[in-house]
């Protein structure tokens, strides 16, 4: 495909992964527009007529524009690619659902734990015909990066490989192609349950986080990789990631561990968490948060391990240390993290047989 013939991009949301992926695509010679709810940012990037890149990646990513008009960013595009926090994912599903049309591929980037499952639900509260787009997950985002300012960003690693799942299954082969087109390191997830079951932030940041509670509280500045994954935390969420590998094979998946997902994602390799961690670059400069009330915590439970937890339960698998992380934040917190989560009743999906559940997300 030439230069002119590249498929339009539309980036929903203007924080790191966001404005790193418009610029990227924009360095690649996509045509691409990025939304955002913040006037500074797209007031700056507007001004400077894309995003500067710094880091792995290096150089000056040209965009349409940016807007803070979902319609405008939606119309026209070949894939709307959202990255924004999980806990908003029902919000933008609901502001995109009137703009979409037939043919596009909107990717949730990543879709934290059934991602696909909750645009799917919405888009059909808002009357979005089925079939009418093709969904998508990524299990990860492809980039580990920070927001430098308003329009710059310096991304730190890419992932060497990522998976993505489609909703429903049967339409994988050719959405894939698609999103390789711009990303050759993306590659097919059998479903979306591979792709929501791989999801390593709902392993390496609940339990981390609230493990580390006095050293996020302390005066101290603190790398979050470097210092709080300990060799006794890390072996704690090297179980619970057993429990995420054993819902796996209950609903017919072979899952990676997460020492096996770091192999494949950043080519590091050692006999513990720990210890693999420290070996990964993009890690090395990743600071510890200073409020423990963030998306640690706030997404990567009830989007992150509730949602797993409810299969599980769907399938009749244990997940004893998931529970009790989910229970310790509410703890720590003093809120409920679980009840307005992503479980399958919050996603209209609760009277499915795990058999009727499987034939749902192979065909829709």
């Not at 045509?31 to 990646?57: H, M, W």
């Not at 210092?227 to 057993?242: M, Q, S, W, Y």
Request: hydrophobic fraction near 45%; include cysteine.
């Amino acid at each position: 495909m030439s230069s002119s013939q590249k498929r339009t991009w539309a980036v929903i949301g203007g924080g790191n992964g966001g404005q790193s992926a418009a610029g990227h695509l924009g360095m690649l010679g996509y045509p691409v527009r990025i939304y955002d709810i913040f006037e500074e940012s797209i007031t700056a990037i507007n001004k400077q007529g894309g995003i500067k890149v710094g880091g792995v990646l290096e150089g000056f990513g040209p965009v349409e524009f940016a807007t803070a008009d979902m319609g405008r960013a939606v119309n026209g595009a070949d894939v709307v690619m959202v990255i924004a926090p999980a806990t908003a994912h029902r919000d933008i599903a609901k502001a995109m659902a009137p703009h979409l049309r037939k043919g596009q591929i909107v990717f949730v980037h990543p879709g934290a734990t059934l991602g696909a499952l909750e645009f799917n639900q919405v888009f059909m509260q808002q009357g979005v015909e089925r079939g009418v787009v093709t969904l998508c997950e990524a299990q990860s985002l492809l980039y580990a990066t920070r927001l430098v300012t308003h329009g710059e960003v310096s991304v730190k690693g890419v992932k060497k490989a990522l998976a993505v799942g489609v909703l429903p299954a049967c339409r994988t082969a050719e959405t894939v192609a698609v999103l390789r087109e711009a990303f050759p390191e993306i590659h097919a997830a059998r479903n979306v349950l591979e792709t929501s079951l791989t999801n390593l932030n709902a392993v390496m940041h609940p339990t981390p986080s609230l493990l580390n509670a006095s050293l996020i509280e302390s005066k101290w500045d603190w790398k979050y990789y470097m210092d709080g994954i300990t060799p006794t935390i890390g072996a704690l969420v090297e179980r619970l990631d057993k429990e995420r590998v054993g819902l796996g094979k209950a609903v017919g998946l072979d899952l990676p561990s997460a020492l096996e997902l770091y192999k494949d994602m950043y080519d590091v390799s050692a006999p513990t968490l720990s210890e693999t961690v420290r070996l990964n670059k993009a890690y090395w400069e990743i600071a510890g948060q200073k409020r423990i009330d963030t998306r640690y915590i706030l997404e990567d439970i009830p989007t992150g391990l509730v949602p797993m937890i409810s299969i599980a339960e769907k399938f009749g698998v244990s997940c004893g240390i998931m529970k009790t992380i989910c229970e310790l934040g509410n703890l720590l917190l003093d809120r409920d993290l679980v009840s307005g989560g992503r479980t399958l009743e919050n996603l209209g999906l609760a009277n499915l047989s795990p058999q009727e559940f499987l034939g749902f997300i192979e065909n829709g």
